[in-house]
């Protein structure tokens, strides 16, 4: 996006300049740690097709990672409270930034010219709302059982297929994967700018990783409820 200002429109000061590079590499390294998490979960989902006891089993190694040396869940909860802290970090930079933004252009901008700015970057505000809401849900529904038909008691497999079997609410698990992987298309391109491993040369390949690396993650979460609404699992 090319924009030109009003004459006499003051420049930005340093200290702010590096409020936003902060935040900007705060976003971009909770990103990395959500995208990890990303990549381990969407392995795991994949344990499905190997059937109920095959998935069941490794739902339960989950919770008794690092036994005996550490108790119980202790090692889940750790990844929890990362990822708890990752995601709320995102969103209060995402935030932030944008708040930031918006104070300093107050009258806004007299024109704006579209350039190549792409469909995911206009989004990506709403479409981390979304990922966001549908995170919650995602954790009621599969996680905790209580926004699932089977509850709390059943099995993890059995709230998969629950899940999936229901039109819906696997309608509403594509469209928010499918935004996920705009925003992690667009979130991969801006990390890497932020932290300074992208110029003009790579930018062509980091921009071809980055879509390529959105669609095998966000096209592997998508195997399982497709394969469940379809009867190849069941």
Known sequence: MVTVTQ????????????????????????????VLYLIVHMIGNLKAFSGAEAFNSYSGWIRTVGNPALPGATTLWVIRIVLLVAVVAHFWAAISLWRQAKRARPQGYVTKKPVAQSYASRTMRWGGVIVGLFIVYHVLDLTLGVANPEGYDSTPYERLVASFSNPFAT??????????????????????QTLGQSN???????????????????????????????????
């Open 7 to 34: 004459p006499g429109q003051r420049r930005t000061p340093k200290a702010a300049k590096t409020n936003s590079v902060a935040k900007k590499a705060i976003m971009a390294v909770s990103g990395i740690v959500m």
């Open 171 to 192: 309608a509403f698990y594509i469209i928010a994967l499918v935004l996920l992987g705009m925003h992690l298309r667009h979130g991969i391109w801006s990390a890497t």
């Open 200 to 234: 003009k040369r790579r930018e062509r390949t980091v921009n071809a990783f980055a879509l390529v690396f959105s669609v095998v993650l966000i096209g592997g979460f998508l195997l399982t409820p497709f394969a469940v609404l379809f009867g190849v699992i069941d």
